[in-house]
């Protein structure tokens, strides 16, 4: 099957298709089991477990496509040939946790010291900008694959550090600054990513004005 994007670029998604039985993923695992995971399963899988637990209610957002070309190899059978995304998305995730209005992005690099600008889009920058305007808490789950190490960047240092790449600074985000203002996420049982814990530090932080 072929998607297009709005401009009628081809996409191509090297993504690993989300597990089937989420709810087979509940069960008590280790995390040896869950290391050929990707960080978007890893997240739905949390955000199941806390939907369940009732914490939060945090959903993957879905994208809209256009159907235009679809196969029928036999009479209750129908294969989709042909898609377009109807539009560029914004960001991945977005719920609602103690009564306040949640969106994110999740991105994975392969790079050890800096996390490129690449991986994001205007487009998802001035949806943040939009989201942080009526007050809603935005940030980014940024996972450094080879070290496995796991942060949440908030929405508001990534757009400041963005404007001013656009101006001539460093087209990415040194390790440095992700450890010194981001929050590490440490891998667990279940949820895999608690990230909730740091958005609890995050809010904490805008609480005090820092």
């Given at each position: 099957?072929?998607?297009?994007?709005?401009?009628?670029?081809?996409?191509?998604?090297?993504?690993?298709?989300?597990?089937?039985?989420?709810?087979?993923?509940?069960?008590?695992?280790?995390?040896?089991?869950?290391?050929?995971?990707?960080?978007?399963?890893?997240?739905?899988?949390?955000?199941?477990?806390?939907?369940l637990?009732e914490?939060?209610?945090?959903?993957?957002?879905?994208?809209?496509?256009?159907?235009?070309?679809?196969?029928?190899?036999?009479?209750?059978?129908?294969?989709?040939?042909?898609?377009?995304?109807?539009?560029?998305?914004?960001?991945?995730?977005n719920?609602?946790?103690?009564r306040?209005?949640?969106?994110?992005?999740?991105?994975?690099?392969?790079?050890?010291?800096?996390?490129p600008?690449?991986n994001?889009?205007?487009?998802?920058?001035?949806h943040?900008?939009?989201?942080?305007?009526?007050?809603?808490?935005?940030?980014?789950?940024?996972?450094?694959?080879?070290l496995?190490?796991?942060?949440?960047?908030?929405?508001?240092?990534?757009?400041?550090?963005?404007?001013?790449?656009?101006?001539?600074?460093?087209?990415?985000?040194?390790?440095?600054?992700?450890?010194?203002?981001?929050?590490?996420?440490?891998?667990?049982?279940?949820?895999?990513?608690?990230?909730?814990?740091?958005?609890?530090?995050?809010?904490m932080?805008?609480?005090?004005?820092?």
């Open positions: 099957m072929v998607f297009h994007y709005p401009n009628g670029q081809p996409y191509s998604n090297n993504e690993t298709k989300s597990t089937k039985n989420q709810a087979q993923q509940l069960k008590a695992t280790t995390l040896f089991g869950n290391r050929g995971m990707t960080l978007e399963e890893e997240l739905n899988h949390s955000n199941q477990y806390y939907r637990h914490t939060a209610v945090i959903y993957k957002k879905p994208t809209p496509i256009q159907i235009v070309k679809v196969d029928y190899p036999a009479r209750s059978q129908a294969v989709i040939k042909e898609a377009y995304f109807k539009q560029a998305s914004t960001t991945d995730y719920g609602v946790y103690q306040r209005y949640l969106d994110f992005e999740a991105k994975e690099t392969k790079n050890k010291t800096a996390f600008f690449r994001f889009h205007q487009h998802q920058i001035e943040f900008r939009a989201c942080l305007h009526q007050g809603g808490i935005c940030f980014v789950i940024m996972k450094f694959v080879p496995q190490r796991l942060f949440l960047y908030p929405a508001t240092r990534l757009i400041s550090r963005w404007d001013a790449q656009v101006n001539g600074a460093r087209k990415s985000i040194p390790l440095s600054d992700v450890i010194e203002n981001g929050f590490e996420i440490k891998y667990q049982l279940n949820p895999i990513i608690p990230y909730l814990d740091a958005v609890d530090l995050l809010l932080q805008q609480n005090k004005g820092v």
